[in-house]
């Protein structure tokens, strides 16, 4: 589940996301404000991998984060079955979310549902509210400035039937391998194409800027998303953008990648990208996407970024910082997904992952949760720590979880760590649920 932490960080870019809406305090039994939440809700439901709406927070006040709700709002809305039914008489099928109460840094109160994108068909309007709703609506949050609207283009209609389509193809897929049946083969990958693919790397971060340079001085991950064949025209060139924009993917806190709308996305001919610098908040990456359907992505460990959390200090005698157990498992498993909606919308028969953990000497492997201690010392003296995984598309479409766990006991074993694949499973779904 969200937390304070996130949510602020969010805030503190004074302005909202795709994936987050901040609406003031209201209380549960008016039902103008009411009718406000149901549609923003309804809107992040039909937005892949859901939404947060934050509630007691004014949109021209996101950076004071205030005024915060009032302690009967707070009581109110943290009620979870009170505020399902009164979403529930505006939406079919209901809104699925979690409540999350939470205290600011500043003292503001606030409540945060966290919705889930919708299961099988989008969210309906199934009631009118004069002004607000309309009745066999369906609300959206489209590109370009966060709101809540009804479904404004064509685009945005193609983008939610898109969703529910492939939802529909995966569910077909997972049961095809439940069956034991086959779910494509493997193509392997030459050393012709695996040289096209570095070379293509090494020019697109050629000329690192600073916010590069920062990235390299610290621990970070180093990833590579690549199709099975190298085809410099794979992708559009009109459509390199919207790969990355449309396919990007939020389990919790931020996005991977995290494409700032704020800034422009700098085009190289062949291939476009952007450098985040933590300016704001502690978070930096730079992300580059290639009209051959190879993906780059530099992410700061946040370990480097948030030392102040107890929680993330390395205790082993010399070590000289840490990696955190958690923070590993989810970014891969959200690299996986990425690569599988990448793959999806490239039509590629299989694809590889290759990813690196950079700047680690003398680093220990923490858990990084005091509830979930490591009871041993796993230092690493290598500064580098490489996985892959190559796989059809079918089978990343059908298990992305099980590649990024792959993928992440690649990299655990080698620091000692052995742990079974269902643990960390257990572990990834009880901190989202936490």
Same mark, same amino acid.
């Given at each position: ?6 949510? &602020? ?11 987050? &809406? ?16 149901? =549609? ?7 937005? =892949? ?8 927070? #004014? ?41 999350? !109460? ?11 549902? #966290? ?86 790397? &090494?020019?697109?971060?050629?000329? !690192? ?13 180093d990833v590579s998303i690549r199709p099975s064949t190298f085809d410099p025209t794979q992708v559009h060139s009109a459509a390199v953008e919207s790969l990355v924009v449309n396919n990007a993917v939020r389990l919790r ?68 910082g840490a990696v955190v157990v958690w923070e590993v498992l989810f970014y891969l498993i959200e690299v996986a997904e990425f690569a599988a909606r990448m793959a999806t919308t490239m039509g590629t028969d299989s694809i ?10 003398? =680093? ?30 079918? #089978? ?39």
């Amino acid at each position: 589940m969200v937390t304070s932490v996130e949510v &602020e960080e969010i805030l503190a870019l004074g302005h909202e996301l795709r994936s987050f &809406e901040a609406k003031g305090p209201g209380d549960l039994s008016d039902k103008h404000f009411c009718a406000k939440i149901a =549609r923003a809700a309804m809107a992040m439901g039909n937005l =892949r991998d859901g939404g947060l709406v934050c509630l007691g927070i #004014e949109d021209a006040q996101l950076t004071a984060m205030t005024p915060g709700l009032s302690p009967q709002q707070l009581s109110e809305w943290s009620d979870y079955n009170n505020v399902h039914d009164a979403l529930a008489r505006y939406s079919e099928p209901p809104v699925a979310f979690h409540v999350a !109460p939470l205290k600011l840094a500043n003292g503001s109160d606030i409540v945060v549902l #966290e919705v889930s994108e919708f299961d099988q068909v989008p969210h309906v309007c199934k009631k009118d509210y004069p002004g607000e709703l309309q009745q066999g609506v369906v609300y959206v949050r489209p590109h370009g400035k966060p709101q809540s609207l009804a479904v404004p283009t064509a685009a945005d209609m193609r983008e939610l039937l898109d969703l529910a389509v492939t939802k529909g193809v995966r569910e077909f897929i997972r049961r095809i391998g439940d069956a034991g049946l086959s779910l494509g083969a493997i193509k392997s990958v030459d050393a012709a194409t695996r040289d096209a693919f570095a070379a293509e790397a &090494e020019i697109a971060w050629a000329d !690192p800027s600073a916010v590069q340079e920062f990235i390299l001085s610290k621990g970070h991950f180093d990833v590579s998303i690549r199709p099975s064949t190298f085809d410099p025209t794979q992708v559009h060139s009109a459509a390199v953008e919207s790969l990355v924009v449309n396919n990007a993917v939020r389990l919790r806190g931020w996005p991977m990648p995290f494409v700032d709308h704020q800034n422009p996305i700098v085009r190289h001919g062949d291939w476009v990208g952007q450098d985040i610098e933590a300016r704001v908040v502690p978070h930096s990456e730079a992300w580059r996407a290639c009209e051959s359907g190879q993906f780059l992505h530099r992410r700061v460990f946040k370990v480097d970024l948030a030392a102040t959390d107890g929680q993330l200090q390395a205790d082993a005698q010399g070590a000289t910082g840490a990696v955190v157990v958690w923070e590993v498992l989810f970014y891969l498993i959200e690299v996986a997904e990425f690569a599988a909606r990448m793959a999806t919308t490239m039509g590629t028969d299989s694809i590889s992952i290759e990813v690196s953990l950079e700047g680690i000497a003398g =680093r220990q492997l923490i858990s990084g949760d005091w509830n979930r201690e490591l009871h041993d010392d796993y230092l690493i003296h290598t500064d580098r720590l490489e996985a892959s995984e190559t796989c059809s598309t079918a #089978e990343l479409l059908a298990n992305p979880r099980g590649v990024g766990v792959a993928l992440a006991q690649t990299l655990f074993k080698r620091f000692g760590l052995d742990l079974p694949d269902q643990v960390l499973i257990d572990w990834q779904e009880k901190t989202l649920q936490a």
